[in-house]
């Protein structure tokens, strides 16, 4: 690689772009994906919805058992009721489109039932995680989807902080988990997003065998790049990466979600084992 590509200085930094790396066209559009919080009041139509639906049931699923669901919100009261939910996070409200994405297991159990046969297997963690898993590789399909029509798209993982009341507005069935949200919608012009930083490869590549100490120069690197990206973006973030990482681990009561899982999951319909 002779000249690095914008994109890729723009996801690395100029000090931590690799040295080679093949680029083709798709990867520039994957290298282009930001989190959009402002959109246009435009509805995103029933043709592109059905694209980015048929671009993620063509995401892997585990044994082919499709135990995922989306939710498509477009009503304005409900896409308020969900803002509230998720943290009164304004973008939720203002989107166009809020996609839910759920793990869904009440539909294997119906069918097992049908069937007059045993659903056991569903009330293990393997398959929650599964659903979980199948949820996000369906909706990371339905993503660069949604940007390759021109849409842009925020995860909004604050949908799980009142699993409960999610689960009764949009109707959910004992056995199905609203993962996260996603606002979709056309990115308003007049308020554009940026690329954020990402950690070198060094970070999150390792090769044979994995080394918490080979990342140390690279975390430093990217703490650099972060100081910069949240002074460019006025951001109200104070320290490094690192220092604004461990406040979000540092106790329950720092988390998004306010809930302990198992307790919610059981009061969803799971009995997890």
């Given amino acids: 690689m002779s000249q690095p590509s914008s994109r890729l200085q723009a996801r690395y930094g100029q000090e931590s772009v690799p040295a080679e790396i093949a680029l083709n066209p798709l990867i520039e559009h994957l290298l282009d994906h930001r989190s959009v919080r402002a959109y246009l009041p435009d509805p995103v139509t029933d043709a592109e919805l059905a694209a980015i639906v048929?671009?993620?049931?063509?995401?892997?699923?585990?044994?082919?058992?499709?135990?995922?669901s989306v939710v498509a919100v477009r009503d304005a009261e409900r896409r308020a009721r969900l803002a509230e939910l998720a943290g009164n996070q304004a973008h939720v409200r203002e989107a166009?489109?809020?996609?839910?994405?759920?793990?869904?297991?009440?539909?294997?159990?119906?069918?097992?039932?049908?069937?007059?046969?045993?659903?056991?297997?569903?009330?293990?963690?393997?398959?929650?995680?599964?659903?979980?898993?199948?949820?996000?590789?369906?909706?990371?399909?339905?993503?660069t989807a949604a940007e390759s029509l021109g849409l842009g798209m925020v995860y909004i993982g604050g949908m799980r902080n009142h699993p409960e009341e999610v689960a009764e507005?949009?109707?959910?069935?004992?056995?199905?988990?609203?993962?996260?949200?996603?606002?979709?919608?056309?990115?308003?012009?007049?308020?554009?997003?940026?690329?954020?930083p990402r950690p070198p490869q060094a970070v999150v590549l390792h090769h044979e065998r994995y080394s918490l100490e080979a990342q140390d120069e690279g975390i430093a690197a990217y703490d650099r790049a972060m100081v910069r990206f949240y002074a460019e973006?006025?951001?109200?973030?104070?320290?490094?990466?690192?220092?604004?990482?461990?406040?979000?681990?540092?106790?329950?009561?720092?988390?998004?979600?306010?809930?302990?899982?198992?307790?919610?999951?059981?009061?969803?319909?799971?009995?997890?084992?």
């Fill in 54 to 68: 048929a671009a993620a049931q063509s995401a892997a699923s585990s044994s082919n058992l499709n135990v995922w």
């Fill in 96 to 143: 166009p489109l809020q996609l839910v994405w759920l793990a869904d297991l009440a539909r294997l159990r119906r069918i097992a039932t049908g069937l007059e046969r045993p659903a056991e297997g569903l009330d293990y963690l393997e398959m929650f995680l599964t659903g979980v898993i199948d949820a996000a590789l369906a909706a990371q399909n339905g993503a």
């Fill in 169 to 196: 507005l949009l109707g959910l069935p004992p056995g199905v988990f609203a993962v996260f949200g996603m606002c979709v919608g056309r990115p308003d012009p007049a308020r554009p997003a940026d690329i954020k």
């Fill in 233 to 273: 973006q006025k951001m109200n973030v104070h320290g490094t990466w690192s220092v604004h990482s461990s406040k979000r681990i540092a106790g329950p009561e720092t988390l998004s979600g306010r809930h302990r899982l198992i307790e919610a999951l059981n009061a969803l319909g799971f009995a997890l084992k």
